[in-house]
């Protein structure tokens, strides 16, 4: 019977102890090592939260960005050219080649035009003097983003 307890007192002793190597603790005492226990087990649960939250702000962040609507202005400087500004916070493979295109297909002539394209998309672009409305050309710039963008989704999935 004596033999019993003592096992079963070393086998609990045991367990407190790797309790104790688990949570860093220090403590001597059995009560000691569980109060830090439990300190530790606090303090694990507070992360889980605080990650949660960071992995939900971080797929929302996502979200946002696989939703990104671009900005375009267009506008026409004096009595001919346009300035035409693009902006997306995503950049996809070919957007820049599919928005040259579409000013093809308008006859816009690009005179002058600086681009980034790493993360980001940035186009600033002058184009020669044509016929052709402000509304159209933004128009025309919107739809070839979204061809692009349909693309990469088909291209992806």
Known sequence: M???ERNKAAALHEKLQLLRSITHSHALSNDSIITDASEY??????KVVRLNKEIACAEAAALRSQN????VTVETLGHGPFLI???SDKSSPGLLVAILEAFDE???NVLEATASCDDTFRL?????ENQVDE???K???LQAIRNCSERAVQQDG
């Open 2 to 4: 004596m033999s019993r």
């Open 41 to 46: 087990i606090k303090e694990l649960k507070q």
């Open 68 to 71: 990104s609507i671009p900005t």
């Open 85 to 87: 500004n693009v902006f």
């Open 106 to 108: 308008l006859g816009l």
């Open 124 to 128: 600033e672009a002058v184009g020669g």
């Open 135 to 137: 509304h159209v050309v």
């Open 139 to 141: 128009q025309t710039v």
